[in-house]
């Protein structure tokens, strides 16, 4: 009996030094397995991540992409814009002269219409002299081989006739021809209505043709030679477009400035004023001054 009891008592101290160990194997294997979960889990993560990231990289290029893109897009719409205001504004300076040109037709017309009342007049009473037996016309003698203006101007053609086919050829864009028609005209007319018009256009073609020192000299002369000319609001606007091609923008914002204060209510002066805007000037300041105001 005694030794069954050792017997039991040895087995069970063996059974009891074991159990610890079994814990202790199962512990571990139990931190093992969370170790290699945790290690799935960060792979996962980092497979994730790399996705994301690639995701995020593709997101990336195409915003810059498309940066790009707005930045060419609004290059060309300035460029656009610049070009568009260039052709705006020369399509005002012609629309200025065909407006010019009207003006200058209908003044024409009335001119004549007048004469041909004036000539009407006359005929009626070259007619009742006539009748009452006393003669209409009283001649004047002229020395023989003595020079005559009117001699000189019977080889041109009537100051009409030259100054409309001037500028129907002016409006025709026949800028030689019709030059030497203005040339022309003053030449053998100078003294009449139409000269300082005349003048004008002969600055307006060289103007239109880049010449555009000659276009201020000829500009000059219609304002100091003309100074009651139909055209002296145009010719000094042009002289101040001249002056800008020219690249004298103090004289040219001064010339226009001028324009605006001798005849504020003009068309020419609302074209000065939308020049002086593009340019950035106030209308009354300097260059310089900028956008500041007085």
């Known amino acids: 009996m005694r030794n069954r009891y050792l017997s039991l008592t040895v087995v069970a101290l063996l059974l009891a030094a074991g159990n ?116 209409g016309i009283t001649g004047t003698a002229v020395p023989a081989g003595a020079p005559s203006a009117a001699s000189s101007a ?59 020192e000659a276009a201020v000299k000829d500009y000059d002369k219609v304002l100091e030679q003309y100074p009651s000319a139909q055209k002296v609001q145009a010719a000094q606007l042009k002289k101040g477009y001249a002056l800008l091609e020219l690249g004298q923008k103090d004289a040219g914002v001064r010339e226009l400035n001028s324009l605006i204060q001798r005849y504020p209510r003009s068309i020419e002066a609302s074209q000065a004023r939308d020049r002086l805007r593009r340019l950035g000037v106030m209308t009354g300041s300097s260059p310089s001054a900028g956008k500041k105001p007085h």
């Open 154 to 212: 019977a080889a041109a053609p009537p100051p009409d006739v030259l100054y409309n086919n001037a500028l129907r050829d002016y409006n025709a864009g026949k800028y030689d021809l019709s030059s030497q028609e203005f040339g022309d005209y003053l030449k053998y007319y100078a003294n009449t209505d139409r000269a300082g018009d005349a003048q004008f256009y002969l600055a307006d073609i060289e103007y239109r043709q880049g010449n555009f």
């Open 20 to 135: 610890p160990a079994f814990a202790v194997s199962k512990e571990i294997i139990q931190l093992q397995t969370q170790v290699q979960s945790l290690q799935d889990q960060v792979a996962r993560l980092q497979q994730s991540l790399d996705s994301n990231m690639g995701v995020i990289k593709n997101l990336v290029e195409q915003s810059a992409d498309s940066v790009n893109k707005m930045n060419a897009t609004v290059n060309d719409l300035q460029q656009k814009m610049a070009t568009q205001v260039g052709e705006n504004a020369q399509k005002m300076d012609q629309i200025s002269s065909q407006v010019q040109s009207l003006h200058d037709t209908v003044d024409e017309l009335k001119s004549r219409l007048a004469k041909v009342s004036k000539q009407l007049d006359d005929m009626q009473n070259s007619g009742l002299n006539l009748a009452a037996g006393q003669p």
